[in-house]
Nanobody, 126 residues
Framework: QVQLVESGGGSVQAGGSLRLSCAAS????????MGWFRQAPGKEREGVAR???????NYADSVKGRFTISKDNAKDTLYLQMNSLKPEDTAMYYC????????????????????WGQGTQVTVSS
């Protein structure tokens, strides 16, 4: 049973930092791409950062230089360190995983692919 549970969201002022965590229960017999997505009210869900099974990283242009994705394999946990937060970063943040077979090269996958957590809210005030 695949399970992804996010934590670490909250409210912060612009310029502040938050670290999101995603505790992952994935099959030990498959390889996955994992990533963070976000969805603001009235907007489509968008990819923020991803890490593939070889450790290669990709970021959305809007967060490059501010956000860092990482994974602790020993703890089965995915992280998103968010620095220099802006009000436009306000959104529900989701952890997601997809098998490498369905992982697009260098890109993000759609909401109808893979596994998703329930989300954690991040609110950045100006």
């Amino acid at each position: 049973q695949v399970q992804l549970v996010e934590s670490g969201g909250g409210s912060v002022q612009a310029g502040g930092s938050l670290r999101l965590s995603c505790a992952a229960s994935l099959s030990a017999y498959r390889r996955y791409c994992m990533g963070w997505f976000r969805q603001a009210p009235g907007k489509e869900r968008e990819g923020v950062a991803r890490i593939d099974s070889n450790g290669l990283l990709n970021y959305a242009d809007s967060v490059k230089g501010r956000f860092t994705i990482s994974k602790d394999n020993a703890k089965d946990t995915l992280y998103l360190q968010m620095n220099s937060l802006k009000p436009e970063d306000t959104a529900m943040y989701y952890c997601a995983a997809v098998t490498v077979f369905n992982c697009p090269r260098g890109g993000f996958w759609g909401i109808d692919s893979g596994y998703w957590g329930q989300g954690t809210q991040v609110t950045v005030s100006s």
